[in-house]
């Protein structure tokens, strides 16, 4: 079949749902990924064809698309602070906003001797945190902790991907016997970093339903009545695993930035600092022991 008519079907399929500019650059996605193909071949050789076979997985995005399911679950990868990363349904879809959390903890480090540096990532997800920090701060020892079994499978073939060695750890946070074997693990920490979370239940109508019908609930939701309750769990564990002049970062709810303060202070963590995103909304918070 010519590429450029299964173009059209997908228009024809998804324009009303998505629009035609994003329906184009979910095909260019796809044909990258599937075929190896640019989208100016497509403008170089318009009667370009290809075989029953290539066709195939094309229409089967078509139809995950068709359900609403997000592109980078339909392509099973995608894309963080450079790297890729493979994703799926047990795993959030690393956003742009954790990237400047990356960012930060890297340009705080980055002009140090990073071979010594023992650093914990909590709620690991598909593991882009740890993961690329391992990547950039080059001989920094890295763990990261996760409750869910899938999620790590997908962690730990993103540490292989990625060329890194991560320490992954299957546990909860929120379990008091954790702590143990996560200072067993690696005594001192230098950074604890965490993306917990963090969305209140109250907070679900402003959640787009491509996200509430497609990415783990155990990822994204917190009670109503208890919103901090991961960000608690994890200054306890700080006070005893992370080293003096050691640094937490988190990735916060927009709205709670006032709380969150108050939660670093009540635990004496010092030179505290709030950061907004890109998008001029409270999302990182930063802490010194
Ligand atoms: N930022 C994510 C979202 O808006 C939530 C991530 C989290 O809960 N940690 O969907």
Redesign the pocket.
Known sequence: MILKEILNIYHKELDDLFGNEEVNSFFNLLIEHYLNIKRIHLVMHPNYTITKEEEQPLFEALSKLKLQQPIQYVIGETEFYGLPFKVNQHT?IP?P??EELVDLVISNFKNQNSSALKILDI?TGTGCIAISLAKYLVNAKVCALDVSEDALKVAKQNAELNAVDVNFILDDILNPDCHAELVSASQDYDVIVS?????RNLEKTE?QPN?LNN?PHL????EDDNPLQFYKAICEFAQHSLKDKGTLYF?I?EYLGGEMIQLLKSFNFKDIELKKDMFGKNRIIKGVK
């Open positions: 959030l956003r906003e954790t709620g993306n917990p979370p963090y969305v959640i996200v990415e990822a994204l939701f917190v990735e709810n």
